[in-house]
Each structure stands twice: as structure tokens, then as C-alpha cells.
């Protein structure tokens, strides 16, 4: 990809990722009542994990209210912070282990958020955003790593990471990675996502520059044009910070 082709590229992927989310806005309107039913079938295929505290029960409601409640949110709250890895060691897509804190301090931009496999609403949307940022970036996309880390690893073995990679055509550079279920806990607690339950959780995109720089946090659906833009304005010497949007 040309550089001058970026702009005209990450306006169409822009609208495509904008139309991907109210699709599914939409799509939580007219299939709310059938959500309801729903939620009885999706409770007795979750039993064998009722000790698990990463998925616990929504009785008496619709498991997916939240989430669907979440797909209303416009735009993203923009953060600086500074977290501490922990070392635990996660398995790639392909089955090979990986160092979480050993990948993280290598000197390379990262791009990390967290999804499950299974989810209808925010994952899709995020990865969604993930597969067209890195086409935005064309050949400059070898030197940014994108992370995506499952909050259901119970469910999302290497084998189910792998097919979810291949659903959006994930590059070279984006590695899927779940774990033991303490691992996971402990990587979402470090990097304040951790919220209990699968269904609880939020739209998060974190991404850094370089290893001794703090982590930029954003709450929400950044567009692929967001994410290039928050990147860039990160990865370049003396860039400043861009504002909250």
C-alpha cells in the first residue's frame, strides 16, 4: 500500500467499522425478545461452569443486557496509565507459549484488547476494528504487534483462537493468546479490565509506543482511523498526545 493511498483507506475503513457497530445496534433491537429465550439455553450450556467466577449467572435477566447496553456508547474516553505486567505465561493461537511481560517489553508499538470467541456484540466490533487498522497500515504493519487476549479460556483453546484469527483475516503481527484462567485473571486485574464476569466486560483498546513509555487507554469503539491516528501520534518522535474524543 502507497503511502498517499492511507487518507482515502482509512476513510472507507472508517465507515466500514461505524456501519459494522450500528449493525449491531440494530441488530440488538429487533432480536431483543428473542435474547430472553435465549438466555435459558445459553444458562444450561454454562452449568458446567458454575463454580467458575469468570462466568457466573445473570439469573432473573438477560445475560447479554449488558452487552447490548454497551453497543449504544458513541466514541471513547481517552487515558494515560502506567501498568505493571505481570509474568505469566499465555499460549498463541498456534499453540506456542509466550511470555506475556517478555513480548511486552520487546521495542515495538503494541496494540492489545480482550475478547472471547463466542461473544455476539463487542468482540466483533473490536476485532473488527483490529483487521481493518492493520490493513490501514499496509507494509508499516510488521513493526506494530496486536494482541488480542481471550477473558473465556476455558472455552477459547489455541485451536478456537485459531479459527476466530482466520474469521478476520488476521496478519502475521496480530497473536491471539489464552491461558489458565488465574493467568487471564491476573492479566486483567493488571491491566484494570477485569470485571468478573465475561458478560461484564468492557470495550477496551490499550496501546503503547515503547516499553518505558505509559500505556494509552481507551474506553469505547475506536474506528480503525482512531486507532492509526492514536498510534501514530504516539509512535512519532516529539508527537503529542492526541485529546480525549
Known amino acids: 500500500m502507497k503511502c498517499r ?25 429487533t432480536i431483543a425478545g428473542a435474547m430472553v429465550v435465549a438466555t435459558s439455553v445459553a444458562s444450561a450450556e454454562d452449568g458446567t ?3 467458575d467466577h469468570m462466568h457466573q449467572h445473570h439469573h432473573g435477566g438477560d445475560e ?40 511486552l517489553a520487546e521495542p515495538k508499538p503494541v496494540l492489545l484488547n480482550f475478547i472471547f470467541t463466542t461473544c455476539t456484540t463487542i468482540c466483533p466490533v473490536l ?35 485459531r479459527e476466530y484469527a482466520q474469521r478476520f483475516h488476521a496478519g502475521p503481527g496480530w497473536e491471539f493468546l489464552t491461558g489458565d484462567l488465574d493467568d487471564v485473571i491476573a492479566v486483567l486485574k493488571a491491566f ?17 509506543a515503547k516499553p518505558d513509555e505509559p500505556w ?17 501520534s504516539q509512535a512519532a518522535p516529539g508527537g503529542e498526545a492526541l485529546g480525549s474524543s
Open 49 to 51: 461452569m458454575a463454580g
Open 127 to 161: 476485532s473488527a476494528s483490529f483487521a481493518q487498522t492493520q490493513t490501514a497500515l499496509g507494509d508499516e504493519a510488521k513493526d506494530v504487534r496486536m494482541i488480542s487476549i481471550s477473558i473465556d479460556p476455558q472455552h477459547d483453546t489455541p485451536a478456537k483462537l
Open 192 to 208: 484494570d479490565a477485569y470485571r468478573g464476569d465475561k458478560m461484564n466486560h468492557i470495550p477496551l483498546t490499550i496501546l503503547r
Open 64 to 103: 447479554h443486557a449488558h452487552h447490548a447496553h454497551m453497543m449504544e456508547q458513541q466514541g471513547y474516553t481517552r487515558m494515560e496509565h502506567r501498568y505493571q505486567v505481570p509474568d505469566v505465561v499465555l499460549t498463541n493461537q498456534n499453540g506456542d507459549a509466550v511470555s506475556l511481560r517478555e513480548t
Open 5 to 29: 493511498q492511507v487518507p482515502v483507506q482509512l476513510e472507507r475503513l472508517e465507515m466500514l467499522s461505524r456501519g459494522f457497530a450500528l449493525a449491531y445496534r440494530m441488530t440488538f433491537v
Open 216 to 232: 494509552v487507554r481507551l474506553e469505547g469503539f475506536a474506528s480503525a482511523r482512531e486507532l492509526v491516528q492514536e498510534y501514530r
